[in-house]
């Protein structure tokens, strides 16, 4: 199993990632269904992407669009980009770097793994060093930033320090670092649901025959993401967001139609696209697609099969543009740029699995009733994202008196 994005960086060590992915399967493997179980890329290597957009949508359902993108961008002088552990949930964080003034100058997108970043910073300190100081835009960064006051000589206590240092530890007890929460820099996925294991469970738990029974045709079909998250093992995928309802709904279908079905090698979530002409410049032209810089994985022409896998983006206006980020126009809105929300709402993400032709294996698909939808805003969990961010008002306030 190769390192996410095709990286090359972890040299002889990335056999420990492959352990780490290879563990995660393993815990699911007595419930794997035999579709996923069997597949392998000599039988399932036809290509799928299930795409979504970075921008949490269920935020957006609870709170309305405004308020939603002021909130994922709620930062704390002493803390720094805290709403990104609250509500940037679809597999994608990010920061806004502001100006003098507040204004947005720079946006910076990652869907890098915590996990792999901790093998990494555990096995390759000092390029993972490197990395975080390019990420920071310093000359170097002190190992003590990274994995606390006496960083370890052994690669377990490394990885553990950190954890603790840049991810918030075991369970997200405690914030992570300036590297990692945006006061310094951004380096990698920190939420506690944007992680390997989730991923993983996401796929393989989708991978269930199902149709329901439309009571307006009498017909079959393939259920809506919605309807056949209501069938997967709590905990398994969480509707009313961008990412779980799409992957589950192609999935299910992949499923259904007799596929077999197996995670492409490398494992990850890439950024497969952007929308760069729903931004304008004051001049009302669409900006290039080349000011978004794509990194941290493996361009097309660099990769064997020919699939770009990059995990970070960044972008602002070069200063010889006369103009800054703060000056583009969104073209959905028609407003300047405030919030890190209007361009991440632009950047599709995806995630590549590999299957086999129709067919291939007999199924027996669960026949579904037909399911009520129920809008997201009006949903249980709307009332804890309204308290979680009435909360992040209030210590503004509380922080500003």
């Known amino acids: 199993?190769?390192?996410?994005?095709?990286?090359?960086?972890?040299?002889?060590?990335?056999?420990?990632?492959?352990?780490?992915?290879?563990?995660?399967?393993?815990?699911?493997?007595?419930?794997?269904?035999?579709?996923?179980?069997?597949?392998?890329?000599?039988?399932?290597?036809?290509?799928?992407?299930?795409?979504?957009?970075?921008?949490?949508?269920?935020?957006?359902?609870?709170?309305?669009?405004?308020?939603?993108?002021?909130?994922?961008?709620?930062?704390?002088?002493?803390?720094?980009?805290?709403?990104?552990?609250?509500?940037?949930?679809?597999?994608?964080?990010?920061?806004?770097?502001?100006?003098?003034?507040?204004?947005?100058?720079?946006?910076?997108?990652?869907?890098?793994?915590?996990?792999?970043?901790?093998?990494?910073?555990?096995?390759?300190?000092?390029?993972?060093?490197?990395?975080?100081?390019?990420?920071?835009?310093?000359?170097?960064?002190?190992?003590?930033?990274?994995?606390?006051?006496?960083?370890?000589?052994?690669?377990?206590?490394?990885?553990?320090?950190?954890?603790?240092?840049?991810?918030?530890?075991?369970?997200?007890?405690?914030?992570?670092?300036?590297?990692?929460?945006?006061?310094?820099?951004?380096?990698?996925?920190?939420?506690?649901?944007?992680?390997?294991?989730?991923?993983?469970?996401?796929?393989?738990?989708?991978?269930?025959?199902?149709?329901?029974?439309?009571?307006?045709?009498?017909?079959?079909?393939?259920p809506s993401g919605s309807e056949a998250i209501s069938r997967l093992p709590s905990g398994a995928a969480q509707d009313c967001r961008n990412s779980d309802p799409v992957v589950v709904e192609r999935i299910v279908r992949l499923a259904t139609e007799g596929r077999l079905i197996r995670f492409d090698n490398p494992i990850g979530i890439y950024i497969v696209g952007v929308q760069h002409d729903q931004l304008l410049t004051p001049d009302d032209e669409p900006v290039p697609a080349e000011w978004f810089r794509r990194w941290r994985g493996v361009d097309a022409e660099d990769a064997g099969d020919g699939l770009a896998r990059h995990q970070r983006m960044e972008f602002e206006v070069s200063p010889e543009e006369g103009f800054t980020l703060a000056d583009l126009r969104s073209r959905r809105t028609g407003r300047p740029i405030r919030w890190g929300a209007e361009i991440a709402e632009l950047v599709q993400l995806g995630v590549y699995v590999r299957v086999s032709g129709m067919d291939a294996i007999p199924v027996e698909p669960a026949l579904l009733p037909p399911w009520r939808f129920r809008p997201c805003a009006e949903r249980s969990d709307c009332a804890k994202v309204r308290e979680r961010a009435g909360r992040l008002e209030e210590a503004t306030v509380h922080h500003e008196n």
């Open 1 to 222: 199993m190769a390192a996410p994005g095709g990286l090359v960086e972890f040299r002889e060590h990335v056999l420990e990632w492959q352990r780490r992915v290879e563990e995660i399967l393993d815990r699911l493997e007595p419930s794997a269904p035999r579709q996923l179980s069997t597949a392998s890329p000599a039988n399932a290597h036809e290509l799928r992407v299930p795409e979504w957009p970075a921008v949490p949508a269920r935020i957006r359902a609870c709170l309305g669009r405004s308020t939603a993108d002021a909130a994922c961008d709620h930062a704390d002088p002493a803390t720094g980009d805290i709403a990104r552990l609250e509500f940037q949930e679809e597999y994608a964080e990010w920061r806004i770097v502001r100006d003098r003034e507040g204004r947005p100058a720079r946006f910076e997108l990652t869907t890098e793994l915590g996990d792999y970043w901790e093998l990494f910073a555990g096995y390759e300190p000092d390029r993972a060093l490197e990395l975080i100081s390019e990420f920071a835009g310093v000359g170097n960064v002190e190992p003590a930033a990274i994995f606390g006051d006496a960083p370890a000589a052994d690669p377990q206590t490394r990885k553990r320090q950190f954890r603790m240092t840049m991810l918030g530890g075991d369970s997200g007890e405690r914030a992570p670092g300036p590297y990692n929460n945006g006061l310094a820099a951004i380096t990698c996925l920190s939420r506690s649901d944007n992680t390997l294991a989730a991923l993983i469970k996401l796929v393989t738990a989708s991978v269930r025959p199902m149709l329901v029974h439309d009571p307006a045709s009498g017909e079959l079909r393939f």
